[in-house]
């Protein structure tokens, strides 16, 4: 029997990678990749807003919002114990909106606080959830320091119902169309993470689109399936009162995008509608013929893929003032 050297597990000092805060660990926590370590953790997919951000009279660390339910998503988080004024920082956001997550990251939570996310998720609805998590650093040998993110306190039943809502999609009743689709999505799911596409994949529901984030409440990628005009698309679907405004600054954009994507996008403003999308399309495919589906499938991945990695940081970078200036000085 072959031997194997062991490393052992040594545990980091937070200051000693964080020296503040606001300064180091907020804009750590708030790239992309870390959010997704904490979002894993707590089962919920996060799509940052911004750092150090007013909601109304509220400010919070970072702000986030959920795309399943686009409810707010809030993170307060320390380098030190738990304290009373963070405490009730939590509870004047809970106050003033009308739902809401409330992540509470510390190193660590005393008994007193944890009791008292326990007892705020025993008497609030479902509304509002409320989660602390004790963060840790731990290296191996001479390894980077890698994070993790204990759950110290989580919403009644969460991991409990997260379970059963999946269940409830898979087993709800459908026709043969719509189990079609359900099992559609779920080969596409499965290809790209064969792949290892850098996409995320969500939970596959029994209709004719499928979503991705893109890292931006508000835009979203998704995958489409048109049996009547035998086609498949990808877009990017941009929603909310400030879409149209978004559209343009991305249009101005057009010509280094298309080049960046390697073909023509369908640039599609919607007039009739709040929402505006861009897209690509391939004709003449029935997406009711499984046979068809791996060749579809990859046709599909590759397009979200070039689509996400020309789209990605240009969203997170749209500013809409840009748009209201302008439309100021041309009024």
Same mark, same amino acid.
């Given at each position: ?11 980091? $000092? ?53 795309? +399943? ?41 005393? +008994? ?8 705020? %998720? ?27 993110? %204990? ?18 999609? +898979? ?21 790209? $993470? ?68 390697? $073909? ?37 991945? +590759? ?29």
């Amino acid at each position: 029997m072959s031997e194997y050297r062991l490393g052992t597990l040594q545990r980091v $000092e937070l200051r000693d990678i964080w020296l503040s805060e606001a300064a180091d660990f907020t804009p750590w926590l708030a790239r992309e990749e870390n959010l997704a370590i904490l979002g894993e953790t707590i089962g919920v997919e996060l799509e940052l807003e911004a750092q150090e951000k007013n909601v109304g009279p509220f400010r919070a660390d970072i702000l986030c919002k959920d795309p +399943d339910t686009d409810n707010w998503v809030l993170i307060e988080n320390q380098l030190a114990r738990t304290d009373h004024s963070h405490l009730g920082q939590l509870l004047t956001y809970a106050a003033g909106l009308q739902a809401v997550t409330i992540v509470w990251v510390a190193a660590p939570f005393i +008994d007193e606080h944890r009791a008292t996310l326990d007892w705020l %998720n025993e008497i609030t609805d479902g509304r509002f959830r409320f989660f602390g998590l004790e963060v840790e650093l731990w290296r191996i040998g001479d390894s980077p320091p890698a994070p993790r993110f %204990n759950v110290v306190s989580k919403p009644n039943d969460w991991t409990r119902s997260v379970g059963r809502a999946a269940r409830q999609i +898979d087993e709800m009743p459908t026709t043969e169309t719509k189990a079609q689709q359900l099992r559609y999505w779920q080969a596409l799911n499965a290809h790209i $993470e064969a792949r290892q596409a850098d996409i995320r994949t969500r939970t596959p529901r029994p209709q004719h689109w499928t979503t991705f984030s893109i890292g931006r409440s508000g835009f979203q990628l998704a995958a489409k399936v048109n049996t009547v005009d035998n086609r498949i698309g990808v877009e990017l679907f941009i929603r909310g009162d400030d879409a149209k405004g978004y559209f343009f600054l991305l249009r101005e954009q057009k010509e280094e995008i298309d080049r960046a994507v390697g $073909e023509a996008l369908s640039w599609e403003d919607l007039p009739e509608r709040i929402g505006s999308r861009i897209a690509l399309y391939k004709e003449s495919v029935d997406p009711t013929d499984e046979a068809d589906w791996p060749a579809q499938h990859e046709w599909m991945t +590759d397009a979200l893929v070039r689509l996400d990695g020309a789209l990605r940081q240009r969203v997170r970078a749209l500013d809409i003032e840009e748009v209201r200036e302008s439309a100021k000085d041309s009024g």
